[in-house]
């Protein structure tokens, strides 16, 4: 069964940083790409990056390119995303996803239980 | 970006009634080399994340309950649930990956009546 393990969320000043962990097990990690989705109080769902199987490409949502950045360690079997310029909006649960193949444009078959993020003075 | 949009917004079903979904995109999800639809939807209940019901609009994910299915085609798809029960209750979200963002409808909520 796959496991994905979110750390690193927390309360946060506006302008501030957090760099988001995620821990898989139960998947060969390097052959998946993997997502980072995210969630507003009492929103809906909302797409934030992706990164692709090989760590060599990345995608980014408008609203936090420039400020966010998505990596990986296949070694690790570990999934990052680091916050920068943090905004009150960017305030949610950040869930770590497995995409169903190692390129982006396929599915999500697997999350995490989330990290919550809160920015806020 | 593709436009996903959702009706309704919330439906009440007694239970072992039949509940529909439907979920219209901005642009056809349809990638004509491979004839499949790029379409997912996802059960999320309360406190927990999503969970995958559907994916290709119609190929359901192993360990989901026959009385899900997943129809339509393009443009124009619809979630089914043949006989609610109390288990269901939830938000439901239709994804799709065939364009860049990837994005989703903006969810329906399932009640018992």
């Known amino acids: 069964e796959v496991q994905l393990l979110e750390s690193g969320g927390g309360l946060v000043q506006p302008g501030g940083s957090l760099r988001l962990s995620c821990t898989a097990s139960?998947?060969?990690?390097?052959?998946?790409?993997m997502s980072w989705v995210r969630q507003g109080p009492g929103k809906g769902l909302e797409w934030v990056s992706t990164i692709v199987a090989g760590g060599d490409t990345t995608y980014y949502a408008d609203s936090v390119k420039g400020r966010f950045t998505i990596s990986r360690d296949n070694l690790k079997n570990s999934l990052y995303l680091q916050m920068n310029s943090l905004r009150a909006e960017d305030t949610a649960i950040y869930y770590c996803t497995k995409v169903a193949a190692g390129t982006w444009y396929y599915y999500i078959d697997a999350w995490g239980k989330g990290t919550t993020v809160t920015v806020s003075s | 970006d593709i436009v996903m949009t959702q009706s309704p917004d919330s439906l009440a079903v007694s239970l072992g009634e039949r509940a529909t979904i439907n979920c219209k995109s901005s642009?056809?999800?349809?990638?004509?080399?491979?004839?499949?639809?790029?379409l997912a939807w996802y059960q999320q209940k309360s406190g927990q994340p999503p969970k995958l019901l559907i994916y290709?609009?119609?190929t359901r994910e192993s360990g989901v309950p026959d009385r899900f299915s997943g129809s339509g085609s393009g443009t124009d798809f619809t979630l089914t649930i043949s006989s609610l029960q109390a288990a269901d209750v939830a938000v439901y979200y239709c994804r799709q990956y065939y364009g860049s963002p990837p994005t989703f409808g903006q969810g329906t909520k399932v009640e018992i009546k």
């Open positions: 642009q056809s999800l349809l990638y004509s080399s491979n004839n499949k639809n790029y």
């Open positions: 139960g998947m060969t990690f390097s052959k998946n790409a």
């Open positions: 290709w609009a119609s």
